[in-house]
């Protein structure tokens, strides 16, 4: 079963690159990357995944093109025009971007270093500048849409960086890309991730509220949830989540745990600008308890488990 869902993309000319981080999210991206027609060389801690996806997408290069995996982030990346990354946190991004392994010592000048982690503006604004002192260009450019975004290769992208290098990047990120835009600066692809993040926190919360007072009430939640989301009340989280959540189910998606980590982000960000979240820092004590209950790898939608 392949691990990516069609798509019809976008021209673009065959461009060699690089996917550093294969996993839920980077893991499909560089099979729509392979699927586009580009020479894809994929990195991962743990080889096997690399090697699992040379297998599954080989049938997607053309006669010309070869996709590989490297044991280094430094040996993906060379010879790449453009080098993609998916992985945890700050410290993972450190991990793979610098040092004598690290991407950036394996890149040629001219090329460009994409980040797609959901990581601080501080470390968009401290790889940026250690890329430009090399002569590499780079854009901060979280994504939103979750695995099943990375699948099916409809990503919200959120960049930040020069305007010319994101230029460049578009045509070949549009491969998993619904949309692919420039919010402004480095550092401002981030930015941008945490308002993202601040909204899913508090409807999430409110779905929960409603669909428990609605279960409460003896309605047919499923039967509401088809009335309301034709309405002002309709969201993502309600279209995508709501029929599951009263369902009570919670073995997919983008993990509590996850979550938890974006929202120190932004709390962190919050305490530099001065940016008052009251109702999101209630979120996250909220998202605590449903790690209690051993839920720490459920979707976010298990807010609700806290109300039954």
């Known amino acids: 079963m392949s691990s990516i869902n069609p798509k019809t993309y976008e021209p673009a000319s065959s461009?060699?690159?690089?996917?550093?981080?294969?996993?839920?999210?980077?893991?499909?991206?560089?099979?729509?990357?392979?699927?586009?027609?580009?020479?894809?060389t994929v990195y991962n801690r743990s080889e096997a995944k690399a090697k699992a996806w040379c297998t599954e997408f080989a049938k997607t290069a053309a006669a010309n093109i070869t996709h590989k995996s490297a044991v280094t982030p430094r040996e993906a990346a060379q010879g790449?025009?453009?080098?993609?990354?998916?992985?945890?946190?700050?410290?993972?991004?450190r991990s793979v971007v610098f040092g004598a392994d690290g991407a950036l010592a394996g890149m040629q000048p001219g090329a460009v270093l994409v980040d797609h982690t959901t990581a601080s503006a501080d470390v968009a604004r401290?790889?940026?500048?250690?890329?430009?002192?090399?002569?590499?260009?780079?854009?901060?450019?979280?994504?939103?849409?979750?695995?099943?975004?990375?699948?099916?290769?409809?990503l919200t992208v959120m960049c930040g960086g020069d305007s010319a290098v994101f230029d460049r990047v578009k045509p070949v990120a549009m491969a998993f890309s619904r949309a692919f835009t420039l919010m402004g600066e480095p550092g401002a692809g981030q930015l941008t991730k945490m308002v993202n993040q601040i909204c899913i926190a508090g409807l999430v919360q409110g779905l929960s509220e409603a669909i428990a007072f609605g279960?409460?009430?003896?309605l047919d939640m499923n039967l509401v949830l088809d009335v309301i989301g034709k309405g002002a009340a309709q969201s993502w989280q309600l279209d995508n989540r709501g029929k599951t959540m009263v369902?009570?189910?919670?073995?997919?998606?983008?993990?509590?745990d996850w979550m938890r980590k974006d929202l120190g982000l932004v709390f962190d960000?919050?305490?530099?600008?001065?940016?008052?979240?009251?109702?999101?820092q209630m979120v996250d004590g909220f998202y605590g308890e449903v790690q209690q209950l051993g839920?720490?790898?459920w979707d976010t939608s298990s807010l609700i488990k806290r109300l039954r």
């Open 126 to 154: 401290e790889i940026y500048a250690a890329a430009k002192n090399l002569g590499i260009a780079f854009l901060d450019a979280p994504v939103s849409g979750g695995q099943a975004g990375a699948q099916n290769g409809m």
């Open 295 to 297: 839920g720490n790898r």
């Open 15 to 40: 461009t060699r690159v690089a996917f550093i981080g294969m996993g839920v999210m980077g893991y499909p991206m560089a099979g729509h990357l392979a699927s586009a027609g580009h020479a894809v």
């Open 269 to 280: 960000e919050a305490k530099r600008n001065g940016a008052v979240l009251p109702v999101t």
């Open 247 to 256: 369902a009570d189910k919670f073995d997919f998606g983008f993990a509590v």
């Open 80 to 93: 790449a025009d453009i080098v993609f990354c998916c992985v945890g946190n700050d410290d993972d991004l």
């Open 215 to 218: 279960q409460k009430a003896g």
